[in-house]
RNA sequence: GUGGGUAUAGCGUAGUUGGUUAACGCGUCAGUUUGUGGCACUGAAGAUCAUCGGUUCGAAUCCGAUUAUCCACCCCA
């Protein structure tokens, strides 16, 4: 084929046969989420650059490398030296709305959930693309581990719903601003020592963020970092008690977890508790959902000061890891009968019935290609019609059909007069019950 | 930004040391006589073998470049 447009590089297209995969995570996540009392919140798009690179971090790859289709906003408002960016993530363009709508002045916590696109302009590999998908829940207001606890809790269910399993869940505390720093000074003391072994790229992350190099793959480095401080170590008395009551709360409901004092995510914004779920499964990119606390960021944009956090998982990731563990998907729905016809005063009646049945909210259709009544037939089969019916002079006269259960091949005789909606609705209901029942 | 792999109908593949009409499965469409799907059978449509250039009497096959795509690094969901 030589089209003249393909889709762009990263992309995905979504076609019936992949999309119904998506209804069944993207409606269990909104069930789950609105259990523990989240809502929905939508945002655009894009949002003005300066957000992401408030938020996000000025000096992460996200913003430094992957900030994609920034592209420069129009005169009429004069705040346009950065333009707008699609976003990156979700939490930035969520506590942005959050705040310009007011909503911290509402009942406390603040809990939100959203299903986006994220666009990162990175090179893309197995569950990594430049327009990915992902559920999201944002908490504002509480600063009480039970709060990580709940939203950690939130994840899992979900995960669980989604018949996932094997996923491990890593926790750390990266602490807050004044006992960080201490800890970024002893860190950077002891690889300064050793600096003359570090990748160059760690070189690099000394004095950036040293926290990194604890996260580089390198075995060399990775050797060097596995005896460097801990910031576990250096957490003070607020920060280690959040944390020691988040594990406690953690045991209580029964979750499983590792303290992997390696984790330290990508984004600026983040105190305290961090956390990841990974997958073993899926290839490289295996953490399918990570989040954390993040108590500085709601003021830093401009709000009141509120203790703030959340998670984001990506549904790609998701979905590869439910196709590979054979997940059950919610099946498509099925059409409820197909009206075959002969001649054309029964293709009249056809699109009356037709139009009768759907106004009752049934699936029905009829002949579009002008087909003989065996390849009439043969579409509904294919289609997985639950029922057809054949019309032609025989039915018009005797005003009714004969109803075919295709999976039984059983006919039922049926009138067309005025108890036909109720009959009908009776047998085709009356079946997919007894489908159901023949399924368990 | 850095590596490595791959490129043949809608999808999945075969194509032997270069040799003439590029094969197969799935899918699509139509038939297998008269008003009924699934199974089987028959047939049809559908490919300038990613593109451009080179070697050769001759290239899907060898070489080069380009493009696309996949995997990995980096980073993250």
């Known amino acids: 084929m030589d089209l003249i447009v393909k889709r762009p590089y990263g992309t995905r297209d979504m076609v019936p046969a992949q999309a119904y995969k998506w209804h069944t995570v993207e409606k269990l996540a909104m069930e789950t989420a609105e ?25 992460t790859d996200v913003v430094q490398k992957e900030m994609y289709g920034v592209f420069a906003q129009s005169t009429e408002n004069g705040k346009d030296e950065d333009g707008f960016t699609l ?30 696109s994220c666009f990162r302009h990175e090179r893309p590999q197995a569950g990594r693309l430049r327009e990915f998908h992902q559920f999201g829940a944002e908490m504002f207001g509480s600063d009480s581990p039970a709060a990580d606890a709940e939203l950690i809790a939130m994840a899992k269910g979900f995960m669980d719903r989604l018949g996932i399993s094997g996923v491990e869940l890593f926790i750390n505390s990266i602490g807050c601003p004044v ?35 604890l996260d580089c793959k390198s075995p060399v480095c990775s050797g060097i970092a ?24 953690l045991s209580v409901m029964g979750i499983e977890y590792s303290v992997n004092p390696k984790i330290v995510r990508g984004l600026d914004y983040y105190t305290k508790t961090v956390f990841e779920f990974v997958a073993s499964d899926i290839g490289a ?70 139009k009768e049945l759907r106004d009752e909210g049934f699936w029905v ?12 037939m043969k579409y509904a089969d294919k289609i997985g019609a639950a029922f057809s019916m054949v019309i032609g002079d025989n039915e018009l006269e005797n005003n009714g059909a004969n109803l075919k259960n295709m999976r039984t091949g059983e006919q039922i005789p049926l009138r067309f007069d005025d108890g036909f909606i109720e009959n ?17």
Do not use: W
């Not at 596995?226 to 709360?249: M, Q, S, W």
């Open 87 to 116: 976003r990156p993530e979700g939490t930035a363009g969520t506590v942005r709305a959050v705040l310009e709508n007011g909503l911290l002045n509402e009942a406390m916590p603040q809990k939100v959930y959203y299903i986006i």
């Open 365 to 376: 259709e009829y002949d579009l290609m002008g087909r003989g009544l065996k390849a009439q």
């Open 179 to 213: 006992c960080r720093k201490q800890y970024h000074a002893a860190l950077k003391a002891y690889f300064e020592e050793r600096k003359d072994n570090l990748c160059d790229t760690c070189k690099g992350r000394l004095d950036k963020n040293p926290m990194r190099i």
């Open 285 to 354: 990119q295996s953490t399918i959902c990570g989040g954390g606390r993040y108590d500085g960021l709601v003021e830093q944009l401009g709000g009141p000061k509120t203790p703030a956090l959340g998670f984001a998982m990506g549904l790609e990731r998701l979905i590869m890891t439910m196709e590979n563990q054979g997940c059950d998907f919610i099946p498509e729905k099925k059409c409820d009968l197909y009206i075959a016809s002969m001649g054309e005063a029964a293709a009249k009646k056809a699109l009356s019935l037709a």
């Open 424 to 440: 009908f609705s009776n047998i085709v209901v009356g079946d997919m019950f007894s489908d159901t029942m023949n399924n368990i």
């Open 226 to 249: 596995k005896d460097a401080p801990v910031i576990l170590d250096f957490l003070c008395d607020e920060c280690r008690e959040h944390f020691e009551k988040l594990k406690e709360n």
């Open 35 to 59: 259990q523990y009392g989240f809502k929905e919140i939508r945002f655009p798009t894009f949002e003005e650059t300066k957000l992401f690179k408030r938020s996000v971090g000025d000096a």
